[in-house]
């Protein structure tokens, strides 16, 4: 087998298009979750996506107010717009436009998160990742970067790529430290007619989400569009060329391959563990 054949082969395809479904969570903010529905209940270790953009008060005034979080990673990035995060440990602060927040809410954490906007455009994203069973009851702890912390790479092409966590092809590295499950996880923008490559590790289960722009991907060209997110095979590279201008994120993360019971803002690996998330959260023990 040449090369050539080789690299071909190894090269990843679009499985899947989904545009989501449109949902109601918090006090009734409007997003659309895009992994964690009836339809596609989990791409391990990605536990959930949700995809937040409007512009009208009231679909995204009311905010997630104090709720409990016990068994994993929330990360939340945002796109336009400021969110206020606080927490029953005294942790605060606001996460602005291209700004991270990578919790790690292990054993429990009770926050809330709350728009700091009473108008404008709202734009993010909330990716929930699963923690390891031996890591579910872990010191909660977060890792927050504002837009001019984040690591960016600059191409030739007058492109970009933000570094959440992972290594781009050329080395650059993510801000976030990973300690458990270490995903890959960049914004990629590029001009039109560009082309993209990103090395994975074969295994990964890995999606592209289409923040604007359209592009094709891999050796069959299948394309994504704004909006959309696009489920990978597996393989050791992705390749995309650019249609128009466009803005994506990669991310990608080995599966754990551990057994799943969630409820709500839950998740864990038995259902007596289930249980006692929520005996410890009547009892006051986050
Ligand atoms: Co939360």
């Known amino acids: 087998m ?7 082969y190894d090269d990843r395809e679009l499985a899947l298009v989904t545009s989501g479904q449109p949902c109601s969570d918090g006090a009734g903010v409007q997003l659309t ?34 709720h409990p979080h016990r068994g994993f990673e929330t990360v939340t990035y945002m796109l336009a717009g400021h969110m206020r995060h606080k927490d029953n440990i005294g942790n605060e602060g606001v996460i602005s436009a ?14 809330a998160e709350m728009p700091e906007q009473e108008s404008g455009l709202l734009k993010g994203l909330q990716l929930w990742v699963n923690l390891p069973k031996e890591h579910k009851m872990t010191t909660p702890h977060y890792q927050e970067f504002s837009a001019e912390k984040i690591t960016v790479e600059k191409r030739e092409d007058g492109g970009e790529i933000k570094v959440i966590s992972g290594k781009t092809n ?18 990629v923008t590029l001009p039109a007619n560009a082309n993209f490559s990103q090395k994975l590790s074969a295994a990964d289960n890995a999606f592209i989400f289409m923040i604007f722009g359209s592009i094709c991907i891999g050796n069959t060209k299948k394309k994504l569009s704004e909006n959309q997110l696009g489920i990978l095979t597996d393989g050791t590279a992705v390749n995309v060329c650019s249609n128009t201008a466009t803005s994506f994120l990669l991310i990608s993360a080995a599966p754990l391959n551990e057994p799943v019971v969630r409820a709500g803002p839950f998740v864990m690996n038995t259902k007596t563990e289930l249980m006692q998330a929520f005996s410890d959260l009547q009892n006051n023990c986050f």
């Open 98 to 111: 291209n700004g991270i927040q990578w919790m790690t809410a292990g054993r429990g954490i009770v926050h």
């Open 170 to 187: 050329k080395g650059t590295t993510g801000v976030i430290v990973n300690n458990y499950v270490k995903p890959t996880f960049m914004q």
């Open 33 to 66: 979750r895009f992994i964690g529905h009836k339809k596609l209940t989990m791409l391990d270790p990605f536990l959930l996506l949700d995809v937040f953009q409007s512009d009208k008060q009231h679909e995204y005034i009311a905010g997630f107010p104090s």
């Open 2 to 8: 040449n090369n050539d054949h080789q690299n071909n």
